[in-house]
């Protein structure tokens, strides 16, 4: 890992470390989607009926806007997953629109992770390879593939990372970027649910280690009057 860094860091100096793991990650992306890139204006890079759920909702999606209204009758659990992502579907149409959802989800998770670990004091090319190692691993590849709203699991590192920022230095910039987040992640339960319990252990923990000092301080004030 220490080689790892060593390298990267050599490489970074030049080029800025967020742009090699984009185009480490889009590289990879591609490799990944091998023979199916000549298919993507014709065919869903998925499996099973969610894809095409999601392009149903695309389209849902793209008439409730042009009505002015975000409501859409026809769907009982009123998801709104994929509105973060209308633009593709407005501008590329479908499928080519889900695909390019779909690529940009591999370089998305491996800047949230690395983010994140940046933000732990991780070394860059040790955040680099968490990055990677998180936005390429099986699981993820595998629900990206039948679940749209699994596909987007870079929502849950990137509100960690929007949490740890506001808890070192709070402000109102940051607590927009957090909100922002926070919304990101609550279009899909699930993820909504993961986001929730993380950034709560993740509070416990921050605020433990800034009362630890004062704790232990008092504890001996305490001792100290007993004996």
Not at 60 to 78: C, M, N, Q
Request: aromatic share 10%; net charge positive; proline share 6%.
């Amino acid at each position: 890992m220490r080689t790892v860094s060593l390298t990267f860091g050599r490489i970074s100096s030049r080029v800025p470390a967020p742009v090699v793991l984009c185009a480490l990650a889009l590289l990879g992306t591609l490799l990944l989607a091998g023979a199916w890139l000549p298919t993507l204006r014709t065919h869903v890079l998925g499996l099973g009926g969610d894809p095409y759920q999601t392009l149903w909702r695309f389209s849902a999606l793209a008439d409730a806007v042009s009505r002015g209204t975000l409501t859409i009758a026809e769907d009982p659990f009123k998801n709104f997953g994929p509105l973060p992502w209308l633009s593709f579907h407005l501008l590329a149409g479908e499928p080519l629109g889900y695909n390019l959802t779909w690529f940009l989800q591999f370089p998305l998770t491996a800047l949230a992770v690395y983010g994140l670990a940046r933000l732990l004091a991780v070394s860059k090319g040790s955040a680099t390879v968490a990055g990677l190692l998180t936005a390429f691993a099986p699981y993820r590849i595998a629900q990206s593939l039948g679940h749209f709203g699994a596909m987007q699991l870079f929502w849950i590192p990137l509100t960690l990372a929007a949490l740890l920022w506001l808890l070192r230095r709070p402000s109102f910039s940051r607590v927009v970027a957090l909100a922002a987040a926070l919304i990101g992640a609550s279009w899909t339960e699930h993820v909504l649910f993961l986001t929730t319990l993380l950034a709560a252990a993740l509070t416990i923990g921050v605020c433990w280690r800034q009362a630890a000092p004062t704790l232990r301080t008092r504890k001996g004030v305490v001792l100290a009057a007993v004996l």
